[in-house]
């Protein structure tokens, strides 16, 4: 298949796109480098450096590349960025995914895969962990966009025929993903230790999470190409505190210098585990990389490039 990957050169994706091309797809990558690096993106990829927000030159793409398949990860990702300038955040991820939509349906696309939020999207969690049937209330402007284009989703597939399916991710974690870019806390821990610097935990340390390793999020997106509709939890099921996560990178560097307390971030969700019994049922999708593993690989992918971070 010839599959266009948004946000290709970006920690997620680019993983994605290099896992596609190792199943013989003909991938292309749509990124404006704001946030990823042009060395993620793989090199038998065709890249295109646009701006998701630009019609025009998505369009070019279209007509240039023609994909079977949209898989659809280009965001503004940050939550405290998104409560700081809902504008911008609702300009890429809203006005930059109806774009690409429209384009897929006027270019012919089959499939669109949606890299969504399992966080943000439900807010504060009823019952844990949270199905795909939880009322949506996020509490931030990117879980609400995440949200909204997922209603664009459901409008597309109704009245346009548009076949497609909205991951919600927990906590992606792994290789590749940059500490400097405000997300990704086992990497942000790992690269302030190696540093010699005290990390920085906002509220007490008891937020809960659901932590994925790449890995597991890269089998779905292969899965996703087939089966699923509609909105998939992609998670462990597990509930982690951010005190655990420094207590596991900790371990892994033997780091005893402590960290530093700060105010929660408004915004942020105390504590969320996500089901995945649906992803199981429907992508025959189960994580298989524990988090004590997953954070060892990560913590050895930030120390071998500490110097490039």
């Excluded at 797809?25 to 646009?50: I, M, W």
């Excluded at 005190?243 to 969700?269: C, N, T």
């Excluded at 504590?271 to 189960?286: C, E, G, H, I, P």
């Amino acid at each position: 298949m010839r599959i266009l990957v948004t946000g290709g050169a970006g920690f997620i994706a680019s993983h994605i796109a290099d896992a596609y091309i190792s199943a013989q797809h003909s991938v292309a990558v749509v990124d404006d480098l704001s946030t990823g690096k042009r060395e993620n993106v793989p090199q038998k990829a065709q890249f295109f450096e646009v701006d998701i927000r630009n019609s025009n030159a998505l369009r070019k793409v279209f007509e240039d590349f023609n994909p079977d398949v949209v898989n659809h990860h280009a965001a503004q990702a940050s939550v405290p960025r998104s409560s700081q300038n809902p504008q911008y955040d609702a300009s890429v991820n809203i006005i930059g995914s109806l774009n690409l939509l429209s384009l897929s349906v006027e270019f012919g696309v089959k499939r669109f895969i949606y890299a969504s939020t399992g966080g943000a999207v439900y807010g504060e969690p009823q019952q844990l962990p949270v199905n795909e049937d939880h009322p949506l209330m996020p509490t931030s402007p990117y879980g609400i966009s995440k949200m909204v284009v997922e209603h664009y989703l459901r409008f597309f597939g109704k009245e346009q025929g548009l076949s497609w399916v909205a991951l919600r991710y927990g906590n992606v974690y792994g290789p590749r993903q940059d500490p400097t870019k405000g997300a990704g806390v086992i990497a942000i821990f790992a690269a302030r230790m190696l540093r010699g610097e005290r990390p920085v935990i906002y509220g007490d340390g008891s937020a809960e999470r659901d932590y994925i390793y790449i890995s597991d999020v890269v089998a779905a997106n292969i899965a996703a190409l087939k089966y699923g509709q509609g909105p998939l939890n992609i998670a462990t099921g597990k509930p982690t505190s951010v005190m655990q996560i420094y207590e596991a990178v900790s371990a892994v560097l033997g780091w005893d210098k402590g960290f530093e307390k700060r105010p929660m971030r408004p915004g942020e969700v105390q504590r969320v585990s996500l089901s995945v019994t649906q992803a199981y049922k429907t992508l025959n999708w189960k994580p298989q990389v524990g988090l004590e593993e997953g954070v060892r690989r990560t913590v050895d992918w930030v120390r071998a490039n500490i110097n490039r971070l």
